[in-house]
Nanobody, 121 residues
């Protein structure tokens, strides 16, 4: 069973940067869709960034050019580079990938285990 493994995150000061990664536990054929969502205490889960197969990206309004989602298909890994972090970015960040294990397989929707990002003021 393919799983996603997230890494990165931690404690950072406001204005700092953090890089998150989300990799499949085995080599896969394709990442059809990738997204990062976050959940802060007392708030609804919100979409941070997403990327489709074509590479077209979407970012939440609150990102305002500070974050970048990227993908390395050869490593079956998706990244989220976060710059100029603010205390309100504090949340657990989850990756969500829609993948195909082989060229003949259907889409499999997977979630990472989540990683905490805490931004101090």
């Amino acid at each position: 069973q393919v799983q996603l493994v997230e890494s990165g995150g931690g404690l950072v000061q406001a204005g700092g940067s953090v890089s998150l990664s989300c990799g499949a536990s085995e080599s896969i054929f394709e990442i059809s869709y990738a997204a990062w969502v976050r959940e802060a205490p007392g708030k609804q889960r919100e979409l941070v960034a997403s990327m489709g197969t074509s590479g077209i990206t979407y970012y939440g309004d609150f990102v305002k050019g500070r974050f970048t989602i990227s993908r390395d298909n050869s490593k079956s890994t998706v990244y989220l580079q976060m710059n100029n972090l603010k205390p309100e970015d504090t949340a657990v960040y989850y990756c969500n990938l829609a993948i195909r294990r082989t060229s003949d397989s259907g889409i499999l929707n997977l979630w990472g285990q989540g990683t905490q990002v805490t931004v101090s003021s």
